[in-house]
């Protein structure tokens, strides 16, 4: 079921890269490599904490959940640390440029200490364990390059939609999070425009998916032929479903689509993600997508359990 032709579309996430035996791509393993690569390293895990106070949390938290903790900026905290304070009537403003300097580390070395991270994930020694289509196309959120090194798939056949090790371009990472809107709720001027300022840079590390949709909307048209998607390993997060919503809006009507779930939980996940979309495209009340009825029903799913994937599997 999983075995897809020329007419299939896999939309690939982290859970495939860890399907892999060995593969240590989660964000404990970033998370840990930033704490025992050299003091610099450390120094930044320790500073991504006290500005996103969620963002150094143990255990096996899916990316997604990092990612959402950087949306959870601590402005306070940080206001507090480097607040000026009035005096004769004026303000002393140095402090913001300082709290700027003090948050613009993280953000500018996110990007490049998850790519270094990402080229040290050793792959060598993995094999080809699943039955994938040689002709099939591939748009992978994943930063490794094992769909070309181990399953020998041709590069043109794959999207990176955050980029990869390979690419001069910088990863992508970020969160979905607005503008917080509180500021106009505080008296003092000169404090509600410093936590304002303090509150412009959490924007910068919003992910541009919008952007990155409108970029590649060539790639999005050329799925018109798609009549089988295979999701693999990816959470449907709130924060990349819009990627999935663009590929059901261009793949054929009553695609056949196969999900692969690691437990129930992940099931319902799936599941709630396919009836929220299902009503989305059948809704008149949406302007400009009542023509695309039927674009994925609950009849056409079929779930596999990752578990049983692991049983042995002859690889062409």
Same mark, same amino acid.
């Given at each position: 079921m999983i075995k897809g032709d020329k007419n299939t579309l896999y939309f690939i996430g982290n859970g495939f890269d860890l399907f892999h035996k060995g593969v240590k791509s989660k964000f404990i393993h970033f998370y840990s490599w930033l704490n025992l690569k050299d003091v610099e390293h450390e120094h930044f895990a320790s500073k991504m904490e006290s500005i996103f106070p969620h963002s150094g949390a143990h255990g096996n938290w899916l990316w997604t959940q990092f990612e959402e903790a950087l949306g959870k900026f601590n402005?306070?905290?940080?206001?507090?640390?480097? /607040?000026?304070? %009035?005096?004769?009537?004026?303000?002393?403003?140095d402090y913001q440029q300082r709290a700027a300097e003090y948050v613009h580390e993280p953000f500018s070395k996110i990007s490049l200490y998850l790519k270094e991270w990402a080229q040290q994930i050793n792959i060598e020694s993995v094999k080809p364990i699943l039955p994938l289509g040689k002709e099939s196309q591939y748009l992978t959120f994943n930063y490794t390059l094992l769909l070309e090194n181990v399953y020998k798939i041709p590069q043109k056949q794959i999207w990176h939609v955050h980029n990869c090790i390979r690419d001069n371009e910088p990863l992508i990472a970020g969160h979905n999070q607005p503008f917080p809107k509180y500021f106009d %709720?505080?008296?003092?001027?000169?404090?509600?425009?410093?936590? %304002?300022?303090? $509150?412009?840079?959490i924007t910068k590390l919003t992910k541009p998916v919008d952007n990155i949709i409108n970029e590649h909307k060539e790639y999005f048209d050329s799925l018109e032929h798609i009549t089988k998607v295979i999701v693999f390993g990816h959470s449907l997060s709130k924060i990349d479903c819009p990627y999935f919503k663009e590929v059901i809006?261009?793949?054929?009507?009553? $695609?056949?689509?196969?999900?692969?779930?690691?437990?129930?939980?992940?099931?319902?996940?799936?599941?709630?993600?396919?009836?929220?979309?299902?009503?989305?495209?059948?809704?008149?009340?949406?302007?400009?997508?009542?023509?695309?009825?039927?674009?994925?029903?609950?009849?056409?799913?079929?779930?596999?359990?990752?578990? %049983?994937?692991?049983?042995?599997? /002859?690889?062409?």
């Open positions: 402005i306070d905290q940080v206001h507090t640390t480097f /607040a000026g304070k %009035e005096k004769d009537g004026f303000f002393d403003e %709720e505080i008296e003092n001027i000169n404090i509600q425009k410093s936590l %304002e300022n303090l $509150a412009h840079e809006h261009h793949v054929r009507d009553n $695609a056949q689509w196969v999900f692969t779930v690691y437990d129930n939980s992940a099931k319902e996940n799936c599941e709630k993600v396919v009836r929220y979309f299902n009503d989305y495209f059948n809704d008149p009340k949406v302007i400009g997508v009542s023509q695309y009825k039927n674009k994925i029903i609950p009849q056409n799913c079929n779930y596999i359990s990752i578990n %049983e994937l692991k049983k042995p599997i /002859a690889y062409e």
